[in-house]
């Protein structure tokens, strides 16, 4: 089992900055890529970005490529979403997610997931 708490969400201006955090424990995470995802209200939960755990290979979707940033601190087990250039648009609950597949941006091939983080942008 894999247990995942996120952290870091708020309401911040468009163009602000936010960083949220994934806490993970309960197992070694080498082997899995954490995935960051999000939901806004009456749409699909869609991928954002991840990071695979022991070679630290980073992937985005196509909207968060170069505003967002995923990294890990391995000795703080702990898996960051850094979020610049924020819009309206971003405004959504993310949530952190483990998978041992290589690299998926599939939210169904994710097994361990957080509580999810709201984060508001407003115009």
């Known amino acids: 089992q894999v247990q995942l708490v996120e952290s870091g969400g708020g309401l911040v201006q468009a163009g602000g900055s936010l960083r949220l955090s994934c806490a993970a424990s309960g197992r070694t995470l080498s082997s899995y890529t954490m995935g960051w995802f999000r939901q806004a209200p009456g749409k699909e939960r869609e991928f954002v970005g991840g990071?695979?755990?022991?070679?630290?290979?980073?992937f985005y979707s196509g909207s968060a490529k170069g505003r967002f940033t995923t990294s890990r601190d391995s000795a703080k087990n702990t898996v960051y979403l850094q979020m610049n250039k924020l819009e309206p648009e971003d405004t959504a609950v993310y949530y952190c997610?483990?998978?041992?597949?290589?690299?998926?941006?599939?939210?169904?091939?994710?097994?361990?997931w957080g509580q999810g983080t709201q984060v508001t942008v407003s115009s």
């Open positions: 997610a483990a998978t041992t597949d290589y690299l998926s941006d599939y939210d169904r091939a994710y097994e361990y």
């Open positions: 990071i695979h755990w022991s070679s630290a290979t980073m």
